[in-house]
């Protein structure tokens, strides 16, 4: 299985899809930051004070992940930051369904979700995804290996 898993088309789809998904959520919020601290608010998790500066700080988080991932750029530590994202947002996902609250997930303006299975099994989906690039960081078709490479050549 491990050979399987560690196939390098196999990680670069993984990470294209995952990357894409970062990319295209945190691209579709970076301009709507006040929508996004609402939907933000709408949780009752965070302090008031601190719903802005989340609503602008995580668009960019979300777009870096995905753009990072999709060229292949610190594959584990990029991993690593997805799946912290990901397990937090299944989190305030659950507390959502569990507290009753009828409220978009916030994940893209325009495609607005509602909390539910369907988000959480999504993410979950995700998260799996993200551990299997954590486990298995093959950059073979990446960014970083082929500028590592060059450098190698020209030394």
Request: proline share 4%.
């Amino acid at each position: 299985m491990t050979k399987y898993l560690n196939n390098p088309i196999l990680i670069l789809i993984f990470r294209l899809v995952v990357g894409f998904i970062f990319l295209s959520f945190g691209a579709s919020k970076i301009n709507i930051a006040d929508k996004f601290a609402s939907e933000i608010g709408n949780y009752a998790l965070m302090p008031e004070f601190s719903l802005n500066i989340i609503a602008l700080i995580l668009p960019w988080l979300e777009l870096m992940v995905g753009i990072f991932l999709i060229l292949g750029i610190r594959l584990r530590a990029t991993a690593i930051i997805s799946s912290i994202l990901l397990i937090i947002f299944i989190i305030a996902i659950l507390s959502a369904m569990i507290r009753g609250l009828d409220i978009n997930c916030g994940c893209s303006s325009t495609n607005p979700q509602k909390v539910g299975i369907p988000k959480i099994l999504e993410n979950l989906g995700l998260l799996i995804l993200s551990i299997a690039i954590i486990i298995f960081p093959n950059s073979r078709l990446g960014i970083e290996y082929f500028a590592n490479k060059m450098s190698n050549e020209i030394k």
